[in-house]
């Protein structure tokens, strides 16, 4: 059963629309990832994270490509790599499904 939260809770996720402006392969991970910079525009800026991603994604698949992460947990030490935000996906088994906007946005966006 999914344990319930509470609207205030909810509030304090801060999640954004960004698009990817880097992808590298990051060899040093448990599990396959990349290494991806996204831009979230001038109030945010520029964050680093880790996604494992690699089963239904190429690196040129994903630069460009506008995605929805959180980015406002603190800093997560990945390895070698610090991850900076929560890219989100829809999970299944191995395979991670980015969520992306259906239209292109304003990075930086708020998600509500």
Not at 15 to 24: A, C, K, N, S
Not at 96 to 105: C, G, R, S
Request: glycine letters at 8%; one cysteine or more.
């Amino acid at each position: 059963m999914t344990k319930m939260i509470s609207w205030d809770d909810f509030q304090k996720v801060d999640m954004r629309v960004g698009t990817i402006l880097e992808v590298d392969e990051f060899p040093e991970a448990r599990n396959p990832a990349y290494k991806l910079k996204i831009d979230f525009g001038k109030e945010i800026g520029i964050k680093k994270s880790s996604a494992q991603v690699t089963s239904l994604y190429t690196p040129e698949d994903l630069v460009g490509k506008q995605v929805i992460a959180v980015v406002n947990f603190p800093k997560k030490q990945i390895g070698p790599f610090m991850s900076e935000c929560l890219v989100l996906g829809a999970v299944q088994g191995m395979d991670v499904t980015l969520l992306t906007p259906n239209q292109a946005v304003a990075n930086g966006l708020s998600i509500s």
